[in-house]
Antibody, heavy 119, light 108 residues
């Protein structure tokens, strides 16, 4: 069965970078797009960006353009989301989310990774 | 950028029908997906536009669209339906995913 298992919680200082991993099992990562979505405490879901199926084309929310990089390791069947120049407002749970190829519907989600930015 | 507007909260009596709305320009021409999120958990897809109902999702959940409004309908509401609900579309103009602000459903 499909599973997305994310790396553990992180605590970072302002200005630092964080890289969150998402290991997929039960399917081949490159066959489906992967999204990253975040949720600040008590707030709604916010799309960060995605990496397309097949090729490694990426698209990022304009809000994070220049600070976020989404990649994947085909051999490890793992996707990554790196966010740089962290600030306190980046404190949130970050989810990886598998696209089912129907107009960006997400059929599987990782368990979420809490990233805390604090001095 | 494309905006989806949801009411922040709503309530429904057990056994009654809840209708959660999601407003957006020309939304009837977009694929609208709905997610349920319980506290402390990841979201779950409950309605996928243009496709079969996700595995394990009750037939009590359904979606519809008309004009600038999409609606998630939950029939025979149960206590277990209490959660936050989010609508989502793919904005082809920007190649971005857009989420609504979410609606907290209370069953009482």
């Amino acid at each position: 069965q499909v599973q997305l298992v994310q790396s553990g919680a992180e605590v970072k200082k302002p200005g630092a970078s964080v890289k969150v991993a998402c290991k997929a099992s039960g399917y081949t990562l490159t066959n489906y797009p992967m999204h990253w979505v975040r949720q600040a405490p008590g707030q709604s879901l916010e799309w960060v960006g995605w990496i397309n199926a097949g090729n490694d084309d990426t698209k990022y929310s304009q809000k994070f353009q220049g600070r976020v990089t989404i990649t994947r390791d085909r051999s490890a069947n793992t996707a990554y989301m790196e966010l740089s120049s962290l600030r306190s407002e980046d404190t949130a749970v970050y989810y990886c989310a598998k696209d089912n190829k129907i107009q960006a519907a997400v059929d599987y989600w990782g368990q979420g990774t809490l990233v805390t930015v604090s001095s | 950028s494309y905006v989806l507007t949801q009411p922040p909260s709503m309530s429904v009596a057990p056994g009654q029908t809840a209708r959660i709305t999601c407003g957006g320009d020309y939304i009837e021409y977009k694929r609208v997906h709905w997610y349920q999120q319980r506290p402390g958990q990841a979201p779950v897809l409950v309605v996928c536009d243009y496709g079969d109902r996700p595995s394990g999702i009750s037939e009590r959940f359904s979606g519809s669209k008309s004009g600038n409004m999409a609606t998630l309908t939950i029939t025979r509401a149960e206590a277990g339906d209490e959660a936050d609900y989010y609508c989502q579309v793919w904005d082809s103009g920007s190649n971005h995913v857009v989420f609504g602000g979410g609606t907290t459903l209370t069953v009482l």
